[in-house]
Every structure is written in C-alpha cells, then in structure tokens.
C-alpha cells in the first residue's frame, strides 16, 4: 500500500500518450484520481472508493464525505446531502443509513447538516425526523428550547393571555381589560360606564365604575371621560352623560348633578338639550321667562329690531301707513298701493273701495283713495289705477263701479265715453239686438233695416224674397217670378216650383198642384198647361203627381 502526502497545494496529473506524429497531455475524469507520474494510459485513473468523491478533472486524490452527507457509489462526482429532518456527524459515511433521524427536541429544515437545531421556545418536537417545530396553541407558552411535549406548552396564568401561537411567554393584561381564566387567548374589555388604569388585571373587580362627574361610553377604556359641557353625570358607572334640558345650560366641564344646569335668563333662550350656552332671543321676538325654551314672537301688526328683548314691550305697533300681517317681525311693511293704513298696529291694510284708485304706497288715510273720473270706472276694490270706460259703453258719472252699456240699436267704437250721447244710432242698413256694443250689425239677405236704431231687421213677407245685404227699404224685397214661390218671411231667394205643381202668378206663396187625372215631370212649371192627362190605360187618383199608374188588368182606364 502506497503512502501520499498530501501538498499544500493542488497538484494536477496529466496522462501522456505518444506516437509517430502527437504527444499531449490528458487529464483525469471527475470521480477519478492518479497517484502516479508518467502514465501513459487512462486505466491510470482510478475511480474514487465509496466514502469520496471528486468534483474536479486530474486530481491525484479524492476527497473525503463530509459531515452531513454520503457517499454510496465507486466514482462519485459529488456528495448525496442527508435529508431534511435527519443528521450526520461523521465524515467518509458510505451509505444513507449514516444519516440519522433527528431525535425528539430537535429539528432539520434544511439538507446536509451535521447536527439538529434544539426545538425552539414557544415550539414542540415530540417525534423524530422532524422537519419544522410544531409551535404551542393559543393561550399558552413555552420558555425552554428543546421540548420533547405539547406538555412544555404552559397555560398562560390569570393576568395574562397570548392570541399568537407559538410564543414564549405571555403578554400581560393590558389596561381597560382583565384576564380572569387561565389559557386566556384574548384579554377581556371592562364594560360601559368603567374603566381600569392597571395591567395585569385578574378579575373583573380591576374594572372600576366611573365616578360622579364622569363616564365611559365604550368598553375596554384605562380612564373615564370628564363629563362634557351642557350634561351632568350624577352617578357611578354613567355610561352616557345626560343632557341639560331645553331652557338650561351648562359652561363647565364634570357636573356632578343637574344643578349644574342653569336656567337662561330672561332675554335669551334654549331650544335644544345639552347647550353650553343659551341663545340671545332673536329680532322679531321677545323672552320675557327664565329658562325659556323658544322666544315668544312679536304679535301681528308689531315690530321689533333689537335682539334679546326681555318684555313684550319691546315690540313696537306698526304706525299708520304700515302694517304687518305676520308675527315674530323685525320691521313693518310700507302700506302697498291700492289700499291704506289708518291705524297703528294695523295687521292688514285696508282696501280702496269699488269706484276708486290709489297709486300711492304708504297712505294713511282713506281720504288716498280717489274717485275715479267720468270716462273710467273700477269694477274692485284695491286697484291702484281706474280702468278706461270700454267700447260700446260709457262711464258719466264721478266714482264709476261699473260702465253703463250703450242701448239696443246703438253703438260706441270709442273708449273712455264720459256720455251717453257717446252712443250712435244704427244707420238704415243695420241693427242691433244687444246692449254695449261697439259697432252696429249688417241687415242680412231677406230681410230690410229701412230706420235708424233698428233693434232687429224686417223680413221680407211670403212670396217675396232679398238676396242682398245693407237693404234699407222694403223695396229690396222682390216678388218671386213665375215657376217659383216663398211660403215663409225672411227669404234669400224663391223655392223652384216642384214636379206635379205649377206656379203661375209672381210672388206665390205656394205651388199648384196638377189635378187628379194629370201628371207634370218637369220643375220651375209656369201655366196649367203643363198639367198632362194621362193617357189610355193609365190613371191618376190623386192631385199633384209627377207620372201616372198603370190601370190595373181587367179595368178599364179612359
């Protein structure tokens, strides 16, 4: 058996293979080694034992398995890393079986170790080959690496509790809250209306009800809150401050009881509850009570400017040629035009009457309502100009509720008429049937208007007719000519004389009919003559017939 010295620095072999045209130089494989100079084969290369390896090409030596690893096969490039949860302390190790399971209080997350981490505090390793420590459940602690049990997981005791796992103590109960069972998870709040300025608290008897004067309106709290401005906390454990009442206040911070509220005084007021102050009683009103909870307004047709009036005195009335119809004003309204204000205090102004106008504000007297002049009038009250008279009327009298219309059979285009001599006949030609108009009708078609202020036209008698409008005499009516007639007054025009008829005298005020025996086809028949017997084998019974019937078999027709 050779013996190597192993130099403090690498030494690299080369083969050296020769012929008659190259000579060069070859190294050794990974996994292999030559201990020899001059080697002129690659069998010189030996492959290196179980229990080494070699990373790198011409070394004269293999190195050793490390710690942590092993090295199970003739020739090894690298070394086999022992798995997690296992170890290995000795180096030159030639199978797995040298990898050793860790033991229970201990753990290997990682691979190729050479020892197992102590399981840590707070954790658990109660098996061998364990990878990750198993870490103690809520509400408990461990302070010793190494634990073999769940059973190093300790109870966190009274006074203290853990809401994370794997911890290795306790967090002590904070203030506000008490830890009052051991394994606590979570601290417990101290109710509404306490508090608990300490840690570590055991009980529910470390929560302290508030005193007078303060509260706690939420739980878990390590103080109490001074009672605000405008409420009062009269006992223990108050969980919301009680608000001063309405007409109260209340400046001052921590009132131990209702007493600290203080009633407005007179001049000022409250409409709401819990206020550090009262409100200065506003324009318009007066507060005239000590704790008043509105200001009482100032009554119709009065007034008042100034704020934090302290008497009904201070409102004022209305002077004539103003009025208020609200209360609780500051200023009065100036008299509006059409009407007038005549006595303080007024809460409504009165009205000019019918007849009269006023187009003034601020009147104080009846006396500014004036008459309205002939050619006007004003049908109500309150108006603040009169109205022009209106066409087919007139207006002659001085404070005119109403025009007077113009008479049947006249007419006024005009406005503002002071007279009824404003009033026109209707000319021949026309008429009117209506009082108060403003022009006069035309004389319609049948009909004559033959005097001046006719009230309604003449129609033109039976048997005549008028086919013009404007007619102004009787002469307009004409006779209706032969083979027409009229029955009726009023006419246009004549109805054309019918089949079976005739008409032989102008102006007839009816048809004449053919006499039985006799038949006529044709209209507008001027004579007898048109009246044709019927012939052999026919017959006609009745007057007035356009065609004759046929004579019935076995009669005989002549």
Same mark, same amino acid.
Request: proline share 10%; glycine share 10%; with cysteine.
């Given at each position: 058996?050779?013996?190597?010295?192993?130099?403090?620095?690498?030494?690299?072999?080369?083969?050296?293979?020769?012929?008659?045209?190259?000579?060069?130089?070859? &190294?050794?494989?990974?996994?292999?080694?030559?201990?020899?100079?001059?080697?002129?084969?690659?069998?010189?290369?030996?492959?290196?034992?179980?229990?080494?390896?070699?990373?790198?090409?011409?070394?004269?030596?293999?190195?050793?398995?490390?710690?942590?690893?092993?090295?199970?096969?003739?020739?090894?490039?690298?070394?086999?890393?022992?798995?997690?949860?296992?170890?290995?302390?000795?180096?030159?190790?030639?199978?797995?079986?040298?990898?050793?399971?860790?033991?229970?209080?201990?753990?290997?997350?990682?691979?190729?170790?050479?020892?197992? *981490?102590?399981?840590?505090?707070? /954790?658990?390793?109660?098996?061998?080959?364990?990878?990750?420590?198993?870490?103690?459940?809520?509400?408990?602690?461990?302070?010793?690496?190494?634990?073999?049990?769940? /059973?190093?997981?300790?109870?966190?005791?009274?006074?203290?509790?853990?809401?994370?796992?794997?911890?290795?103590?306790?967090?002590?109960?904070?203030?506000?809250?008490?830890?009052?069972?051991?394994?606590?998870?979570?601290?417990?709040?101290?109710?509404?209306? *306490?508090?608990?300025?300490?840690?570590?608290?055991?009980?529910?008897?470390?929560?302290?009800?508030?005193?007078?004067?303060?509260?706690? &309106?939420?739980?878990?709290?390590?103080?109490?809150?001074?009672?605000?401005?405008?409420?009062?906390?009269?006992?223990?454990?108050?969980?919301?401050?009680?608000?001063?009442?309405?007409?109260?206040?209340?400046?001052?911070?921590?009132?131990?009881?209702?007493?600290?509220?203080?009633?407005?005084?007179?001049?000022?007021?409250? &409409?709401?509850?819990?206020?550090?102050?009262?409100?200065?009683?506003?324009?318009?009103?007066?507060?005239?009570?000590?704790?008043?909870?509105?200001?009482?307004?100032?009554?119709?047709?009065?007034?008042?400017?100034?704020?934090?009036?302290?008497?009904?005195?201070?409102?004022?009335?209305?002077?004539?040629?103003?009025?208020?119809?609200?209360?609780?004003?500051?200023?009065?309204?100036?008299?509006?035009?059409?009407?007038?204000?005549?006595?303080?205090?007024?809460?409504?102004?009165?009205?000019?009457?019918?007849?009269?106008?006023?187009?003034?504000?601020?009147? &104080?007297?009846?006396?500014?309502?004036?008459?309205?002049?002939?050619?006007?009038?004003?049908?109500?009250?309150?108006?603040?100009?009169?109205?022009?008279?209106?066409?087919?009327?007139?207006?002659?009298?001085?404070?005119?509720?109403?025009?007077?219309?113009?008479?049947?059979?006249?007419?006024?285009?005009?406005?503002?008429?002071?007279?009824?001599?404003?009033?026109?006949?209707?000319?021949?030609?026309?008429?009117?049937?209506? *009082?108060?108009?403003?022009?006069?009708?035309?004389?319609?078609?049948?009909?004559?208007?033959?005097?001046?202020?006719?009230?309604?036209?003449?129609?033109?008698?039976?048997?005549?007719?008028?086919?013009?409008?404007?007619?102004?005499?009787?002469?307009?009516?004409?006779?209706?000519?032969?083979?027409?007639?009229?029955?009726?007054?009023?006419?246009?025009?004549?109805?054309?004389?019918?089949?079976?008829?005739?008409?032989?005298?102008?102006?007839?005020?009816?048809?004449?009919?053919?006499?039985?025996?006799?038949?006529?086809?044709?209209?507008?028949?001027?004579?007898?003559?048109?009246?044709?017997?019927?012939?052999?084998?026919?017959?006609?019974?009745?007057?007035?017939?356009?065609?004759?019937?046929?004579?019935?078999?076995?009669?005989?027709?002549?």
């Amino acid at each position: 058996m050779n013996t190597f010295v192993l130099l403090p620095y690498i030494i690299t072999v080369f083969l050296c293979t020769s012929s008659r045209e190259t000579s060069a130089q070859q &190294s050794c494989p990974p996994g292999t080694y030559n201990t020899n100079i001059g080697s002129n084969s690659p069998q010189a290369c030996a492959k290196c034992p179980v229990g080494s390896y070699n990373q790198y090409s011409g070394r004269i030596s293999c190195t050793t398995c490390i710690w942590g690893y092993y090295c199970d096969t003739v020739g090894a490039t690298d070394p086999k890393p022992c798995p997690i949860g296992t170890y290995n302390p000795t180096t030159r190790s030639v199978s797995s079986q040298a990898c050793l399971k860790c033991p229970v209080g201990s753990y290997n997350q990682y691979i190729g170790r050479f020892s197992c *981490t102590p399981c840590i505090w707070g /954790h658990f390793c109660d098996n061998v080959g364990t990878i990750h420590p198993k870490p103690c459940p809520l509400g408990t602690y461990n302070p010793s690496t190494g634990s073999m049990s769940s /059973h190093a997981c300790l109870k966190c005791n009274v006074g203290s509790y853990n809401q994370y796992t794997g911890q290795p103590s306790c967090t002590t109960c904070i203030w506000g809250y008490f830890c009052d069972t051991v394994g606590a998870t979570h601290p417990k709040p101290c109710p509404i209306g *306490t508090y608990n300025p300490n840690t570590g608290a055991i009980s529910s008897q470390g929560c302290v009800k508030c005193p007078v004067g303060s509260y706690n &309106s939420y739980i878990g709290q390590s103080s109490c809150r001074t009672c605000i401005s405008g409420y009062y906390c009269n006992s223990v454990g108050v969980t919301d401050p009680k608000p001063c009442p309405v007409g109260t206040y209340n400046p001052n911070p921590g009132s131990l009881s209702s007493l600290g509220c203080t009633k407005c005084p007179v001049g000022s007021y409250n &409409s709401y509850t819990g206020q550090i102050s009262c409100r200065t009683c506003i324009l318009g009103c007066y507060c005239d009570t000590v704790g008043a909870n509105n200001p009482k307004p100032c009554a119709g047709g009065t007034y008042n400017p100034n704020i934090g009036s302290n008497s009904s005195r201070a409102c004022v009335k209305c002077p004539v040629g103003w009025y208020n119809p609200y209360t609780g004003q500051i200023s009065c309204r100036t008299c509006i035009s059409g009407y007038y204000c005549d006595v303080v205090g007024a809460t409504d102004p009165k009205p000019c009457p019918l007849g009269t106008q006023n187009p003034n504000r601020g009147s &104080s007297s009846s006396q500014a309502c004036v008459k309205c002049p002939i050619g006007w009038y004003n049908p109500y009250t309150g108006q603040i100009s009169c109205r022009t008279c209106i066409s087919g009327y007139y207006c002659d009298v001085v404070g005119a509720t109403d025009p007077k219309p113009c008479p049947l059979g006249t007419y006024n285009p005009n406005r503002g008429s002071n007279s009824s001599q404003a009033c026109v006949k209707c000319p021949v030609g026309s008429y009117n049937k209506n *009082t108060g108009a403003f022009s006069c009708t035309t004389c319609m078609r049948g009909h004559f208007c033959d005097t001046q202020g006719a009230t309604g036209p003449k129609p033109c008698p039976a048997g005549t007719y008028n086919p013009k409008v404007d007619s102004t005499s009787s002469h307009a009516c004409i006779k209706c000519p032969v083979g027409s007639y009229n029955k009726n007054t009023g006419a246009s025009s004549c109805t054309t004389c019918i089949r079976g008829h005739f008409c032989d005298t102008p102006g007839a005020t009816g048809s004449k009919p053919c006499p039985a025996g006799t038949y006529n086809r044709k209209v507008r028949s001027t004579s007898s003559r048109a009246c044709i017997k019927c012939p052999v084998g026919w017959y006609n019974r009745l007057p007035g017939q356009s065609s004759c019937l046929k004579c019935p078999t076995g009669r005989s027709c002549v």
